[in-house]
DNA sequence: AATATTATTTAGAATAGTTCTTGATAAAAA
DNA sequence: TTTTTATCAAGAACTATTCTAAATAATATT
């Protein structure tokens, strides 16, 4: 029996005779439709809702290729599960460490990230990142206690 | 017959009951003592030279303590291995894709590196991490290509 | 269309860094 | 000294992730 039956709407191509295929397409909808940043086992999940039959194997198979073809981000909160981010425009990340969710911030208009360090003479510059961790604006709020120990 | 021998020569608190044990010291000792970030094999093994019968647990448990005490650095770079830096004063990282060495990087003088983001009102800041991937001068120089695949 | 080639999926095994468990040991407190 | 608490060590356990191998599917070629 056939597993896969939906029809692509529309052909993304993933450069390096990679091909969108259906479960690539639902994880990359499931992705494109968080505000969050999903863990793998999370994007699991909500994938299995619209295709039961996915294997988690198959999530980070899925995930890691989108993220190598670059149309979608990988992010990584210290040794924490790394999370996945349909948002390609550059930006930051807020950690909190209270409810743990990561949040996409901002950068300033015309400064640039590296401006605060002094880079090393002669290195070639790949990435910087920016990463904050604190307490978010609604733990703030509602007053929580660290939920890790 | 008794494993520790070694005198302390100066007894550092680590506070909330926590001893400066002879196994704590050489490996505090060990990180002061590097330049580099070490991971915690790493650092077992220079440790082991000096107290050969320690365990690889112990010095994750040492680690652990001495980070938690606030005397060393715990630097994560995406989910690699843990490495460990006895350097304290505020200052970023750099990570080169070639060697996979991490160095310190200072920070400009007067620059908040916080000054880059929109940060989000209300919530409560912690610490701000800037880290820099790229290729080191040293591998730049030598024209070397990525070892990661 | 039929065949050959290549890419993909899947389940489960394997891996690696780290944490946990347990009993023994040692230091500090009483 | 006795009691309490902290620490150590060895190995088991854990967890996120990657790998393996076989089945399947899509694409290219004939």
């Known amino acids: 029996m056939p597993v896969h039956k939906k029809k692509l709407s529309e052909k993304i191509d993933l450069g390096g005779g990679h091909r969108m295929t259906p479960q690539r397409q639902v ?12 863990t793998a086992t999370e994007v699991f999940i909500r994938v299995q809702e619209k295709m039961s039959s996915i294997s988690l194997a198959t999530v980070y198979n899925c995930l890691d290729t989108l993220a190598v073809a670059g149309i979608v981000k990988q992010v990584n ?23 743990a969710t990561v949040m996409d911030i901002d950068l300033k208009d015309g400064v640039e990230p ?6 090393p003479r002669g290195a070639k510059i790949q990435k910087v990142e920016v990463a904050v961790r604190g307490q978010c604006p609604e733990c703030v709020r509602t007053n929580k206690r660290k939920n890790i120990s």
């Open 77 to 99: 909160v210290d040794r924490e599960p790394s999370r996945y981010c349909g948002n390609l425009a550059p930006h930051a990340h807020f950690h909190c460490e209270t409810c």
């Open 27 to 38: 994880v990359y909808d499931v992705l494109m439709s968080s505000r969050d940043h999903p």
């Open 114 to 119: 590296s401006g605060s360090v002094k880079l």
